[in-house]
Structures are given as C-alpha cells and as structure tokens.
C-alpha cells in the first residue's frame, strides 16, 4: 500500500513536469516570440514577405510614413518618404540588422499574419497602420529642438495618444545598411530612442508627485524657513543658483522650486512614503507602450530617508524617460488619472477597412480629483509668477514645472513639462533638452509653449 | 463493479474521432502536395494500420484499450508531419510502425505468458553491458554521441534504447523483491543494483549520451525514492548527482557547450546556438494557432524529423497544438501510472512503473529541451519522432505495459467471476 502512495507522488512530480512545459511553452509564446521572431538570423520573415507587401504607416493626418516599394524583379524596398522624422518611432526594418520599434512591435499587422489569401500565388497586402502622431507636430516639435540632443514628447492627456514624440540625435532609417558600422560607433548613440529609452534624473519636474504627496498627507497650509540649503548628514542640496526664499509656504515653494523646502517634506516622508508616492504615478513599474520603454526606476537596493529628500526634488537615484515624466503631467491634467499611452490609432486592411483599433484606457488612478486640483493650481503658478513663465500663452491658461536636473558628469539637464488649456486640457508636452546646461525655465519652456500654441491655434 | 464501469466508458468515440483527424489530416496534405496519392495511401496505411491493432487489442481483451487511442494520435501526428517534411521519411515510418506492431505483439505475449522475469537481473545487466560494450567498439558518431550501430548499411540502431529496458527490468527484479539474495555472498542486492546503474552511466558517459544518462539515473532516483526503505541512500545519489552534475559543468566541455547554448544561445546563433536557435524561431512564427499544415518553413530546423520534430508541431499546429501533444503525453503517463498501481505482481508494478517514469521523462527532457526550458539533450520523442529504435522500442515497452494491464484485468475479472459463483452457490 505504502508503495502505490509513493507511486501516486511521482505521478503528481510527472504531473507537474508537464504542467510546467505546456506553461512555458505558452509564457514563452506570450511574452518571448515575437522578439525571438524578428531576430535578423530568422530566414521565415523574410519568406513570408515574399509572398506578401508589407503594410504602409500613416500619420494621424493620413500623411504616408512607411511604405514597400517592390520592384520588377521582386525585390522589396521599405520607403521612408519622411526620413529621420520618425526614425525612433517607427525604427526600421532590415533584411541585415532586423527590425526595430513599430516595424517589430507591430510586424505581424505589417505583414498580415492571420489574413486569409484567397489567390494562391498573389503577393497578399499586409495590413496598414495609423497613428496617432500628427504630422505637422511632429516635424515642428523636431525644427523646436533643432538638432540638440534631448526628447520631446506631446500627448493628448484624456486619451493618452501621442501626438509628437522626438528623439535626436536619430538616423536615416532607409539606409540602415550603408551606415551601420558609423552609427554604432557614434559616441552620441543615435540609435537610442531617448523619449522611450533614456532614463534621466527627471530634476524638478518630478515636484508634481512630491506635491501631490503633500496634498495627501494634509500638509498643504504648512510653512517653512528656507535658509537655501537643505543639510543633513551628508547630503547637501542648495536651491537653484543658491537663493534663500526665508519664510515660504508650498504653493511659493513650487512655483519657486524651493530645493529646502520639498527635500524637507521628502525627508519627513520618508523612504517608504516617498516610493508609495513614486509608484503611483509608474515609477518601478513597466510601461506597457506600442514601442519598447525602459522601465522608470528608484535605483536605490536599500532607501534611506535622505535617499527620499534626494528622490522628492527629482534627484538622486530617481530615473525617468521623457514619456514618463509627459505622462506624469497628463495624470494632472486628467484630473489624476493616469491614460496608458498608445502610438497607434487603427490598423486597418488595405482597402481600408478596419481590423483593430485601440481603446484609451486608464493605466493609473495616480491622485484623487481634488488632489489633482490642487498641484494644477500651483502648476498654474509657477507659469504665472514662478520659474516657468516663458510658457505663457496670450489668452490662454497654461500650467507646468520646470526642472534643472543636475548629472553626475557634464552639464545639467533641461526640463519642462506641461499643459494646455488648463481648465479643459487637449495637449500636455514634457521637453528634455541632454546636457543643456541651462535652466529649464529658460530654455525648454519656450520649446513646449511653441508647440502648444502650433497645437491649439490648429 | 470495476469491470462493469470500465464498460460502461465507451473507446468508441475517441476512435471515430481519431480516423477523423487521420481523413482530414492527410486529406489537407494531399492538396497541400499537388494531389500526390503518395500522401493518401500513407494515411490509409497508419489508419489500416491503427484498425489492425486495435480491433485484435479489443477483441484479444489485451488489457487497457485507451493508451493505444492515444498512441495511434501520437503516431498520426507524427507520421502526417513526416510527411509533410518529406514523403519519403512518411513512408519508411509506415514501415517500421508495421515492425513496431509486430514487436508489439510478441513483447506482450512473451512477458505474458513467461514468468521467470523476475529471476533473471544477472542476464539484464550481462545484456546490457554486452549492448554497451559493441556499441564502443562498433559505434558511429552521430550529433556528437556514439551511440549507433550500423550492420550493413541498412539498418542502424541505438543499442542505448534496448539498454533502457534492460535497466528497467534489472531494477525491478530487485525493487520487487524477488532478488533478495546477496550477491558473491557479500553485495546485497541494493548496493548491486547501485553499482550496476553507476556501471552504465559510466558507459553512457563514454558515449556523450547526455540524455539517456538523465532519463537512467531518473529511473534509478524515482525508483528507489519509491521501493527502498532505507532514505539515507537516496539522498546520498542526489548529493552524487549534484556533485557530478557540477564536476561535468566545470570540466567537460561538452557539457559547458550545451549550459552556455542554453542560457544564452543567441550570441553564438550561427556556430552552437543554431540548432535551438532555428527551433525557437519555429515555435515563435507559429503562435497560437500555427501556420497550418504544409504552410510553415520547417526545413529551416536542423533534424526536424527526429529530435526536433516537437518544434515543427508548433510552428504548424501552433502552441496550442503543441500543448495538445503535450496532454497527450501526459494522459498515456496517467494511464501508465494506473496500470502500475493496479498490478498486484510486486516485479510487474515495478516494471511498468519504470516503463512509464522513463516514457514521462523521455518526453519531458526533449520537448523542454528542444523550447529552451531546459538544456537540449538529443533524445527522440516517442511514438512520433521518426527512427526505427525508437519506434520499435516504444512500441515494445508498450506491450509490457498491455500485458501488465491485462493480466490484472484477467485476475480481477478471474475474482469476480468466483464471487459470482459463491454467491450463486450460497443461493
């Protein structure tokens, strides 16, 4: 008897054996084929798009972006009619270096896979996308940074579509193959999309999630004495260019970017508060986008409360992408609700028909309406009266923050992000100008009110 | 009562059901290859086949009458992608499902009706050994083990695949019991059968066999995890398997290669990693649903028709299909397992236990190696890679289990039919 009990335990270890490999095997088709697919050593893609033409890529407008040219002889030529204007949205795609971006991400549309061919023998049509990109915004958001490295990304804050989304230095995708050994070697890595894929100390602007911390833990009426230097321990953090504001409340503190006052709320907060907070908005979390994103992050192993006062001011081990800060902006504008961001509207057949379509829904619920109100006011402020009012617009309420990021080696970082109108907002950009060296009131501000004025006066 | 239930579930439908698989199947090939009868004749040939099998297995009351259903969908699969690769390796299937048939038959009557099985450990292990000893000296190196034999230039097989059995056998006499007596008077049998399986291992190391070596030492592992009393010897084989598992890894190249190919087999994808690379690019392009029968690129796999046939499952019947396959596995295990529970012999339970561990484990070791869960080790999944040994070997440990099946079947039915006439009697 003892031994058919024994028996029965190894049929349940057999059992689990299996278990573990029809698991795997359907983990592995959820969240590992397609980069395993589009890896360049894969002779299928190819194949298969022999017999088919790759989908065309259009712009919100109906602009073309991507199309496949196939020539008499067969062979395919992947056109870029607007060249390095959306060369780190929607990559490239190479017979030689493989693909990247949307030509991965979305290759399976592109290519048609699942549609049924009538005709053997034909060449089929992939399927066709449309973004949400809008196409003269785009190009001005690109003429806006004028060639300095950094990212702009402009979102619509009650959907979470994009509307711009910029990254230099970039590349021409079209001829990939020609400059590929030049661009690899680049110091200045042109092939990092930095909207999506570059983390960087995200300086002030991050004050919108401390704030929206003090909101709810009721410390809104509080004052401080703000000698210009925050001290403890080791730490020592001075306000921009050193300036002592003396007695402050919050929403001055703000719209001043007092260092003093939020590394003292961050430091009372503490490690753990400070986390919450950052996790509500995304922070330590995965993005899930139409193109790859690298995950915003508290790169601390053990956080200490002088850690906090350092992560509250946008500094220390805290590390964002653009789009992460723009969306951080759009939650505020949306009333604290945070849209998941989506590069592409419908994917529809080649005569037009439409086969998916994406749905704006809620990623987080980062802040309470009222909490939400709150930070917008003191946003408001900082254009009005505070370090951002270079993003003024006539005739129209703008809110946004300005961040000077400082960097472990070489200059500062520039930042804004913001919105537009503030009572009903339809666009809200972030801009990070790399190693600028400016402050971000100064130089990055302008940069998005220019494009949310082009936006509004469309 | 057991009986009566086991009538009432009908093997009908699984039946018809099968032939429907088999009709579509090799009907959609057929197309699929510019109406070549070829296809159509191989599909009748497995479902003649099949019918043969089954209605002797039905009507010969050979024991249980589901694990052959569920083979023959193994073998339609398999044979239908053979096809599909290349006819040709289709029909030689046929040819040796016909052999596998016949080794069938004479494997269950001959373990039915012999019954000094368990006596013999001294000639399994002599066996063996002798298997083990050709093979070094006659042995071809094929995908870097030396585990073949060729006579002429016909036939070529892996004595290893016999060898299995013969372990199991030599295992189960002393499992059972029925090998009590020390061996030379001083090595009682626990330690024998110890050193026998450390013996072959030893062999199987000579030839590169990686596989086989998990799937014997498993066997060993499993079965005196379930027979030995004493837990000391036991953990004393983990430890040793430990310790020689990370001796390999330090000193054998071999064994490096093939950690390395599987942690990371993309930086080497045209060198060692493009054998799991190509398979992992299968199973990817087919999703869910796969590319469809004749619509997928498994060419591109290298030995797709026989270790890495799982890789073309999926591309073309897609995970889902391969999930599929994998359930079937697991439901002839499950079978297998209760034939194993049920058997009274103490030697056939062990038997058909280590029949069935080996079956399960075989399986498991080459889909997950062939989809990068574990490191890939060339062994052949049963009943559908394509091969001689291992369908005939398959095939033959099939009958064992069939003939375990049906002597239990008999006696219960045996003990039934005598209740029935006492209690007739005391009426």
């Not at chain 1, 703000?226 to 007695?247: I, L, R, T, W």
């Not at chain 1, 590394?263 to 996790?279: F, I, K, T």
């Not at chain 2, 585990?147 to 199991?168: A, C, D, H, M, R």
């Not at chain 2, 080497?268 to 690379?277: A, F, L, T």
Request: net charge negative; aromatic share 12%; charged share 20%.
């Amino acid at each position: 008897m003892n031994v058919n009990k024994r028996i029965i335990r190894v049929l349940v270890v057999i059992a689990l054996l299996f278990l573990a490999l029809a698991s795997y095997l359907l983990w592995f088709n959820m969240f590992r084929a397609q980069s395993v697919y589009t890896n360049s050593y894969n002779r299928r893609q190819w194949e298969s798009e022999q017999k088919i033409k790759r989908g065309s890529i259009y712009s919100s407008e109906g602009e073309l972006l991507a199309e496949t040219e196939i020539g008499s002889d067969g062979s395919r030529i992947r056109r870029y009619p607007r060249g390095r204007l959306y060369s780190h949205v929607i990559g490239y795609s190479s017979q030689v270096y493989g693909k990247t971006q949307l030509e991965m991400t979305r290759d399976s549309d592109l290519i048609g896979k699942g549609n049924i061919g009538l005709t053997i023998g034909d060449i089929r049509p992939g399927n066709d996308l449309h973004l949400t990109i809008l196409d003269y915004l785009q190009e001005y958001a690109y003429d806006q940074l004028d060639g300095r490295h950094g990212a702009i990304v402009a979102i619509e804050p009650t959907t979470g579509q994009i509307l711009a989304m910029v990254s230099l230095p970039d590349f021409d995708p079209s001829s990939i193959e020609e400059d590929w050994e030049e661009i690899m070697e680049d110091p200045d890595s042109p092939f990092l999309a930095r909207a999506t894929r570059g983390l960087y100390p995200p300086g002030s602007t991050y004050k919108i999630a401390t704030s929206a911390a003090v909101y709810e833990n009721g410390r809104t009426t509080e004052t401080f004495d703000d000698p210009g230097v925050f001290k403890k321990g080791d730490v020592e953090v001075s306000n921009y260019g050193g300036e002592a504001f003396g007695s402050i409340d919050i929403k001055t503190a703000f719209e001043e970017s007092s260092n003093y006052v939020f590394c003292s709320l961050g430091y009372e907060m503490g490690a753990d508060g400070v986390r919450a907070e950052a996790e509500k908005f995304g922070v330590n979390k995965d993005i899930e986008f139409d193109i790859p994103t690298s995950k915003s992050e508290i790169q601390y192993k053990r956080m200490t409360d002088l850690d906090a006062a350092l992560v509250s001011i946008g500094q220390g081990g805290l590390v964002m992408t653009p789009l992460h800060v723009a969306m951080m902006g759009a939650a505020i504008a949306n009333g604290g609700r945070m849209m998941k961001p989506y590069l592409v509207e419908t994917v529809t057949t080649e005569n037009g028909t439409v086969i998916g379509q994406t749905r704006p829904s809620v990623l987080y619920e980062s802040a309470g309406a009222a909490c939400a109100a709150y930070v917008q006011d003191m946003m408001i402020g900082v254009v009005e009266e505070g370090t951002g009012t270079t993003a003024q617009i006539d005739g129209i309420t703008v809110a946004g923050k300005t961040g000077t990021a400082e960097t472990e080696s070489g200059e500062d970082h520039s930042w804004f992000v913001g919105y537009a109108p503030a009572e009903s907002p339809r666009i809200c950009v972030a801009v990070l100008l790399e190693n600028n060296g400016t402050p971000g009131g100064r130089t990055a501000a302008p940069i998005a009110r220019n494009i949310m004025r082009r936006f509004l006066n469309e | 009562m057991g009986i009566e239930r086991l009538k009432s579930v009908s093997y009908r439908k699984p039946a018809y059901l099968l032939i429907l698989l088999d009709a579509l199947g090799f009907l959609l090939l057929f197309m699929n290859k510019d109406y070549n009868l070829n296809v159509l004749y191989t599909g009748a040939a497995v479902l003649a086949l099949f019918l043969t099998m089954y209605t002797v297995l039905v009507l010969g009351r050979m024991g249980d009458k589901f694990i052959m259903l569920m083979v023959f969908m193994l073998i339609s699969i398999g044979v239908l992608l053979l096809c599909r690769i290349d006819l040709s390796y289709g029909f030689r299937q046929i040819v040796w499902i016909l052999v596998g048939g016949a080794v069938f038959f004479i494997a269950y009557f001959v373990y039915y009706k012999v019954k000094v099985w368990n006596k013999l450990w001294y000639l399994y292990f002599i066996g063996g050994t002798l298997l083990f000893l050709i093979t070094l000296v006659l042995g071809d190196t094929v995908n870097g083990s030396r585990n073949w034999i060729s006579i002429g230039s016909v036939i070529s097989f892996q004595p290893s695949e016999i060898t299995k059995i013969l372990f199991i056998m030599c295992l189960a006499c002393y499992a059972s019991g029925s090998w009590s007596k020390p061996v030379f008077g001083k090595v009682a049998p626990k330690w024998a059968a110890l050193i026998i399986t450390y013996i072959f291992v030893g062999f199987l190391v000579l030839q590169r066999d990686w596989g086989t070596i998990l799937v014997m030492f498993s066997i060993y592992l499993f079965m005196i995890y379930v027979y030995e009393p004493d837990r000391k010897l036991l953990v004393l084989n983990i430890i040793a398997l430990v310790v020689i598992g990370l001796l390999g890894w330090k000193f054998l190249y071999h064994i490096q290669v093939r950690i390395a190919n599987w942690l990371d087999p993309w930086s080497d994808i045209s060198n060692r990693g493009y054998q799991i690379s190509q398979s992992l690019f299968a199973i990817a392009s087919g999703g869910y649903f796969g590319s469809g029968l004749g619509n997928g690129s498994p060419y591109y796999i290298p030995l797709v028709h026989s270790d890495f046939i799982f890789a073309a499952i999926c591309e073309e019947m897609g995970v889902f299909g391969g999930v599929a396959v994998i359930l079937l596995f697991f439901l002839i295990a499950y079978r297998c397992f209760k034939i194993s529970i049920m058997a009274e012999d103490p030697f056939d339970k062990a038997v058909s236990f280590g029949v069935t561990v080996m079956f399960a484990l075989q399986t498991f070791i080459i889909i997950g190696g062939v989809t990068k869960m574990i490191p890939l080790t060339g062994i052949t999944l049963p009943f559908i890679s394509y091969g001689g040994t291992s369908i005939v070997i398959s095939f033959a440990s099939l009958g064992i289990i069939q003939a375990i099946s049906a002597k239990t079947e008999s006696a219960e039915s045996g003990a039934a039919a005598k209740e029935r006439k006492e209690e007739r009697d005391e009426r």
